[in-house]
């Protein structure tokens, strides 16, 4: 995924804004997760809210944050009570010591490649204690969420002086495997503002994987599904579901 709203600063600042924990469902799902875990990492952290949250509500073991993006980290950092770590998980070789691996906001969807895919999960598996948990979601294909990424559906948001900023997403390619299980939609996202002297694009893809070939791919790397859930109120997965879900122990 070309990450650049992440990477860059400015936007990394406006990140939270465009998510806020409210309008999210899925905090409410892993929050209680990580507090009743001892060492927890969280992958793609971002600006590394959920952890911020956790410390705040008094996770007293070790939290560990990891992201490519220094933008991201930045506001990550805020909270010095946190490990920070830049970087992927592909290039980590952490020993097993987390009892928890989480990837939230379908950070899982960025690993685009089979083998970004393969070292990440393999990454993950090292890193996992023998009863550890690898847990994360993914959109599940058929509920097609790209199609609500169009300018209609632009969200804007006030930054730090009140300037209006506004996010719109535009769908560029959708390649042919995603409906069957295994694909990818690229699309494009401009950031505007009346405060800014031109607008900031990024270009994105994220790869849509269904339950079958992300078994798969969990299994090759020594990952075994333990649950699966649909959406953050622990329906179970279904066709339309809006997520996978998906709670992963080694196997
Ligand atoms: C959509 S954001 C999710 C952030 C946060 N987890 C959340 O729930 O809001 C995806 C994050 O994944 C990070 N990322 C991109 N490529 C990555 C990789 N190969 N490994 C780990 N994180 C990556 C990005 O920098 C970004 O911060």
Known sequence: MAD?????????????????????GDFGFYLPMVMSARAVLDVGCGTGALLHAARQAGHAGRLCGLDPAPGMLAQARRRTDIEWVQGDLASAAWPPEFDLIIMTGHAFQVLVTDGELQASLTAARSALTAGGRFVFETR????????????????RVPDASGAMIQMAHEVRAVSDGVLAGDGTVSFV?????PAWDRPQVSHSTLRFLGPGPLARFLAAAGLAVEQQFGDWGRQPLSATSPEIITIARRA
């Open 4 to 24: 650049f709203q992440f990477s860059d600063a400015r936007l990394a600042a406006l990140y939270d804004a465009f998510s806020p924990w409210d309008g999210r």
């Open 140 to 155: 599940n294909p058929l509920a097609r969420a790209w199609q609500r990424w169009t300018p209609q559906h632009a969200v």
């Open 189 to 193: 996202t401009t950031y505007t503002s």
